[in-house]
């Protein structure tokens, strides 16, 4: 790690992570911590001052809800941050949170290499095989943290140890295949994962019971560490779902994480308020739990969602053969237009394929001019004038075999009013949950998420104050994560800092330009390294800030609950 110049920011409303409401004052920056704050500090003879008045000075953003994975081990020159953190840092995130929904980049097996490699694309991400140097967990987090220009926290995933015992087969564990899932788990955990992902829509931790839940939760919750988790559905049986999950945590003592916390498809906006009564008895009665949400009313991932689970069971060359079989597409047509139930069917929340956007295919795909259109568009342009019919599914079947299962999407299925609900919870932190698609059409949410939390529901809608805001990015996020000092600024901690102008911040990606980078964000350091100045990446952004985060410090700040 590149050695910080020493620098001090005055006069700027510093959110330090302890108090309650910020405070105007000075912070103090040397060999990549906080060295002072205070009020009037003088500045060293070679000390660069920072003029802060009208600006807000906070510990830099953690995303607790990253899919930059894969991208944040390529560079496409050697003095530029990773691709998968650009992103971020334009947004002052300094901290990401990988590893979600199941699926981590290891631990796998080298026989499984390259299929494993296509099988996590649509999520997080291509890398080339020949890059992939690690099989274990904890190899795969020194390469993480040797690459990325933000602090690392990783997760290992149900699906990807599930994976690693039992392949794609869609049935309980027996007894030694379960202790082998637990050892994979207990391994990582202590390779330094901060905790297990599972995601139970994708398979095949979607081929999983509640039994096989409690079990592997046991280990985490020995280690100290958190269950993150996509919960089995998040629109007929959200509630459901959502009880699944308090009820592993109750029963193990794990700390539960609810990632994205939502309720998917107009019929289903209602059951916010069930949802968050739910949540509140549990936490009243000790459970540990927290949740996430990012700012926008639509969502992404892989498109393997649209297709139900048995239909994946097996691994991608046989889904690939079972879809273009005319009586799996007849029996798959009866089901996504008929059943909301047995699974969680994104065709329908989604409002049909209307409410479904292409954002990314395989590499060097030929379908690459289809990236930003609705699937209605691409059914309709293919010649098909009745999208609803079996022919204009057969367009989107079709689509996924030519792309080999590779494709991301975005689905519209939320409303404001409820994201704002769930932000306001005094449990919830903030995660992008952002597909890069480096050669695609991303969310939005992957250039804007922190500063519209910022612009839009603290500034436009009042949802939250700005400490509030401030804190559900930091503080409240960096306990999570059992990491404290990244959410505070005090003497000791990582200068891992966001300098912005709470009048100003604002995203500017849009569904139609989703790289346009926010306004309103100065100068953001990590280890006291400018990476940001003025909403341009500097030179810094391509050093690793490693994993000193938890440095010697003169006091240990109180944990906030």
């Known amino acids: 790690m590149r050695s910080s110049p020493p620098l001090l920011v005055r006069n700027a409303l510093v959110f330090d992570g302890v108090r309650d409401e910020p405070e105007v004052g000075d912070v103090r920056i040397g060999n990549g911590h906080v060295a002072e704050v205070g009020r009037s500090l003088t500045p060293g003879e070679d000390e660069e001052v920072v003029d802060g008045d009208g600006l807000a000075l906070a510990p830099g953003f953690l995303d607790m809800h990253s899919h930059s994975d894969l991208y944040t081990l390529v560079r496409d020159e050697p003095d530029a941050a990773p691709l998968g953190d650009r992103p971020k840092l334009l947004q002052g995130v300094t901290t990401q949170v990988f590893g979600q929904d199941g699926i981590s980049a290891a631990p796998l097996r080298d026989d499984d290499l390259e299929a494993y490699g296509r099988y996590i694309t649509g999520l997080n991400g291509f890398l080339e095989p020949k890059h992939w140097t690690w099989r274990e967990f904890g190899d795969y987090l020194a390469a993480l943290r040797a690459t990325s220009s933000t602090r690392v926290a990783g997760l290992v995933g149900h699906s990807t140890v599930r994976r690693l015992v039992m392949q794609m087969q869609a049935r309980p564990p027996s007894e030694r295949e379960l202790d082998l899932m637990r050892d994979a788990v207990d391994t990582a955990l202590r390779q330094g994962a901060i905790g297990l992902s599972t995601g139970l829509v994708y398979a095949p931790a979607a081929y999983a019971d509640t039994e096989e839940l409690v079990v592997l939760c046991e280990v985490v919750a020995r280690h100290g560490g958190r269950l993150f988790i996509h919960v089995r559905s998040e629109s007929d049986k959200v509630l459901e779902a959502t009880e699944e999950a308090l009820e592993v945590a109750r029963r193990t003592g794990v700390h539960l994480h609810y990632s994205h916390i939502k309720t998917a498809g107009k019929t289903n906006w209602h059951r916010a308020e069930r949802m968050l009564e739910m949540i509140d008895d549990y936490r009243r009665h000790g459970v540990a739990v927290t949740t996430d949400v990012h700012p926008y009313t639509a969502g992404s991932t892989t498109a393997n969602v649209l297709l139900p689970p048995w239909v994946m069971e097996g691994g991608m060359d046989v889904t690939l053969v079972r879809l273009a079989d005319p009586a799996v597409r007849e029996r798959l047509y009866r089901q996504v237009t008929e059943d909301t139930t047995t699974w969680d069917n994104w065709w329908a929340f989604s409002g049909g394929w209307q409410g479904l956007w292409l954002s990314g295919v395989a590499p060097g795909s030929r379908n690459e001019h289809l ?23 057969d367009v989107i079947w079709d689509l996924l075999i030519a792309e080999r299962l590779q494709v991301s999407l975005i689905s519209f299925n939320n409303v404001e009013t409820n994201v704002a609900k769930f932000m306001a919870q005094p449990y919830c932190s903030i995660g ?22 910022l612009g839009r529901f603290v500034r436009e809608l009042g949802t939250l104050s700005l400490p509030a805001a401030v804190n559900a990015m930091t503080a409240r996020a960096a306990d999570v994560l059992g990491r404290p000092k990244l959410g505070r600024i005090v003497p000791g901690a990582p200068a891992d800092l966001v300098l912005f102008n709470p009048a100003t911040i604002i995203d500017r990606a849009t569904y139609e330009e989703p790289r346009r980078p926010p306004v309103g964000v100065h100068r953001v350091l990590v280890a006291g390294r400018t990476v940001v100045r003025d909403g341009e990446l500097t030179s810094h952004s391509a050093a690793a800030p490693g994993d000193e985060s938890a440095p010697p410090a003169a006091e240990e700040p109180p944990a906030e609950t």
């Not at 293919?382 to 022919?391: E, F, I, Q």
């Not at 992008?432 to 939390?453: E, K, M």
């Open 432 to 453: 992008s949950d952002a597909l890069v698609n480096a050669t695609g059409s991303p969310h939005p949410r992957l250039y804007g998420t922190f500063p519209r939390v």
């Open 371 to 393: 990236r930003g259109r609705s699937m209605q568009d691409i059914i309709l342009e293919a010649g098909v004038t009745d999208p609803l019919s079996p022919w204009g599914f």
